[in-house]
C-alpha cells in the first residue's frame, strides 16, 4: 500500500532537495524563534507603537503652545494656577462644583 501510494507521487517531488525545502519552510513557519506568528504580533505591536508615539507628539506640541500662552502673561498664569490646581487668594473662599 505504501508503495503504491509512493509511486503515484511525481519524481521531482521526492529529491532530498524538494523535502528538505518543504521540512525547511515549515519550520520557519511554525517552529523558529522568528516564526510567522511571532512576526505577525511584532508587526502589530509596532504599530501600535507608531500610534502611540504620534499621539504624544501630538501632546507634546499641546503642552508646548500651552506653556507659551502661560508664561507670556501674568493673567495667565494666575488664571492658570486658579483652575488647574484650585489656588487662592487669602480673603477669598473657593466653591468647587462637579458635574456629572
Do not use: G, H
Not at 13 to 30: D, E, H, L, N, R
Not at 65 to 87: C, D, G, P, V, W
Amino acid at each position: 500500500m505504501l508503495k503504491q501510494l509512493l509511486s503515484n507521487i511525481p519524481a521531482p517531488f521526492k529529491t532530498f532537495y524538494f523535502i528538505f525545502s518543504v521540512c525547511f519552510f515549515v519550520w520557519m513557519m511554525f517552529f523558529d524563534a522568528n516564526d510567522f506568528i511571532n512576526q505577525f504580533r511584532i508587526s502589530n505591536k509596532l504599530q501600535q507603537l507608531k500610534n502611540e508615539k504620534a499621539y504624544y507628539e501630538e501632546k507634546i506640541i499641546e503642552v508646548k503652545s500651552e506653556k507659551q500662552e502661560l508664561f507670556s502673561n501674568t493673567r495667565q498664569i494666575e488664571k492658570f494656577a486658579r483652575e488647574k490646581y484650585l489656588m487662592k487668594k487669602k480673603n477669598e473662599d473657593l466653591f468647587i462644583i462637579n458635574e456629572d
